[in-house]
């Protein structure tokens, strides 16, 4: 599978953003897909991830962030409210192992390239 991540961009603190990832093959339906960030000098991290159970988020980002899917585009969002500095980061959006995967990096076996995310103060 292809993940093509795009929607990243230079904004100031308090602005939106919606980052997309449009995924190849005909399988998309059935694999979790996740957002994960990773940040200058620190480890990727979870951020947000949609499966067959529901939505999950990452403390930092909850009621912030939106994830959602559409199966019949083979696409993957992360809307982006309220932004803050902290949010700055490489985001990658990522396809599971499963329809299960949630918030382990590990569950995840398939990833995009990145779009950068700056958010300025």
């Known amino acids: 599978v292809q993940l093509q991540a795009s929607g990243g961009g230079l904004v100031q603190a308090g602005d939106s953003l919606r980052l997309t990832c449009t995924a190849s093959?005909?399988?998309?339906?059935?694999?979790?897909m996740a957002w994960f960030r990773q940040a200058p000098g620190k480890e990727r991290e979870f951020v947000a991830a949609?499966?067959?159970?529901?939505?999950f988020y990452a403390e930092p980002v909850q009621g912030r962030f939106t994830i959602s899917r559409d199966n019949t585009e083979n696409t993957v969002y992360l809307q982006m409210n309220d932004l803050r500095p902290e949010d700055t980061a490489i985001y990658y959006c990522?396809?599971?192992?499963?329809?299960?995967?949630?918030?382990?990096?590990?569950?995840?076996?398939?990833w995009g390239q990145g779009t950068l995310v700056t958010v300025s103060s």
């Open positions: 990522a396809r599971g192992a499963s329809p299960y995967s949630a918030r382990e990096i590990r569950a995840y076996n398939s």
């Open positions: 093959g005909r399988t998309f339906r059935n694999y979790a």
């Open positions: 949609v499966n067959w159970s529901g939505k």
